[in-house]
């Protein structure tokens, strides 16, 4: 399996003679070769990761798998992009997705104000002849599988991330339905993508394992939610995840410079910082 990051935070250049400057962007894109299958994790926050993709020299049109990690704009405001470029993928999203994801800013007492941080208003609806929405565990090829969360009471994390979710007419913090890993079989070992691992890539490892519980987990790869947590915080999530024994961890984004730094401190070279342009084989 080969891995492009199309979008992270971190801009780079193209790996070709010439190297070419590649955009960065508060956003995630992931491009993914696997057996005779190409598959697209997200589309960043904007069109850029269609730049970059010509740039490397990838060729959208040829992606045959679709997939949104979660309903948040930084990942999903391409895909109007990405449906003029591809005529054929289907992108699947989990069945809790919908255009109701929110950022809330406490004020005083019961008092605060909402922020949209969702899909693009009317895409699910526009886009409805591509979009395929999944429950529970979908293997959606053979190999390729999609996970939801099955860890219980996140909406605690929804709460500490200000993050939250609007039905009927009423806000509640995000428990992320909408969220899900993508899992790749590969000969060393499980794969797993979540790109901005809201609920907890501690949590996810723990539920990937559970799920295939006669697999083992290789690496994990996406953001970690950390850029607001203190230190102390990010030291003993880093415990954590080395206790979990996972073998190689690709982390940005929304995980933020100072987490890295202490993420590497604990976890050595299993801990590697993504950036636009790198490239992953396993």
Same mark, same amino acid.
């Given at each position: 399996?080969?891995? +492009?990051?199309?979008?992270?935070?971190?801009?780079?250049?193209?790996?070709?003679?010439?190297? /070419?400057?590649?955009?960065?962007?508060?956003?995630?894109?992931?491009?993914?070769? @696997?057996?005779?299958?190409?598959?697209?994790?997200?589309? !960043?926050?904007?069109?850029?990761?269609?730049?970059?993709?010509?740039?490397?020299?990838?060729?959208?049109?040829q992606?045959? %798998?679709?997939?949104?990690?979660?309903?948040?704009?930084?990942?999903?405001?391409?895909?109007?992009?990405?449906?003029?470029? $591809?005529?054929?993928?289907?992108?699947?999203? +989990?069945?809790?997705?919908?255009?109701?994801?929110?950022?809330?800013?406490?004020?005083?007492?019961p008092?605060?104000?909402?922020?949209? #941080?969702?899909?693009?208003?009317?895409w699910?609806?526009?886009?409805?002849?591509? %979009?395929?929405?999944?429950?529970?565990?979908?293997? #959606?090829?053979?190999?390729?599988?999609?996970?939801?969360?099955?860890?219980?009471?996140?909406?605690?994390?929804?709460?500490?991330?200000?993050?939250?979710?609007?039905?009927?007419? /009423?806000? /509640?913090?995000?428990?992320?339905?909408?969220?899900?890993?993508?899992?790749?079989?590969?000969p060393?070992?499980?794969?797993?993508? $979540?790109?901005?691992?809201?609920?907890?890539?501690? $949590?996810?490892?723990?539920? #990937?394992?559970?799920?295939?519980?006669?697999?083992?987990?290789?690496?994990?790869?996406?953001?970690?939610?950390?850029? /607001?947590?203190?230190?102390?915080?990010?030291?003993?999530?880093?415990?954590?995840?080395?206790?979990l024994?996972?073998?190689? %961890? @690709?982390? !940005?984004?929304?995980?933020?410079?100072?987490?890295?730094?202490?993420?590497?401190?604990?976890?050595?070279? +299993?801990?590697?910082q993504?950036?636009?342009?790198?490239?992953?084989?396993?």
């Amino acid at each position: 399996m080969k891995i +492009r990051i199309l979008i992270d935070n971190i801009e780079g250049f193209s790996a070709d003679e010439r190297p /070419r400057k590649l955009f960065g962007e508060w956003g995630l894109s992931v491009y993914a070769e @696997y057996k005779d299958h190409k598959v697209l994790l997200d589309t !960043g926050a904007s069109h850029l990761f269609a730049k970059n993709a010509a740039v490397m020299g990838i060729d959208l049109s040829q992606v045959d %798998i679709g997939v949104l990690s979660h309903a948040h704009y930084d990942h999903a405001n391409g895909l109007a992009k990405f449906f003029k470029a $591809n005529e054929k993928a289907p992108f699947y999203l +989990r069945k809790g997705a919908a255009e109701n994801c929110y950022h809330t800013h406490k004020l005083l007492g019961p008092l605060a104000f909402h922020v949209y #941080i969702g899909i693009h208003r009317g895409w699910l609806k526009r886009f409805a002849d591509r %979009i395929r929405f999944v429950e529970g565990d979908a293997e #959606i090829v053979p190999g390729i599988t999609l996970v939801p969360h099955k860890t219980a009471g996140l909406e605690s994390i929804g709460e500490r991330a200000h993050l939250s979710v609007k039905e009927n007419g /009423r806000f /509640r913090y995000d428990s992320f339905e909408h969220e899900q890993s993508l899992v790749f079989d590969t000969p060393r070992g499980l794969f797993v993508m $979540n790109s901005c691992s809201h609920g907890g890539a501690d $949590n996810i490892v723990k539920e #990937i394992a559970a799920t295939f519980p006669d697999k083992k987990l290789f690496a994990i790869l996406g953001g970690f939610h950390l850029f /607001r947590y203190k230190d102390s915080d990010i030291r003993a999530f880093a415990e954590r995840l080395r206790e979990l024994n996972v073998q190689k %961890i @690709y982390t !940005g984004h929304c995980t933020g410079d100072r987490a890295f730094k202490i993420l590497h401190e604990i976890l050595g070279d +299993r801990a590697e910082q993504m950036f636009t342009g790198m490239s992953i084989e396993v």
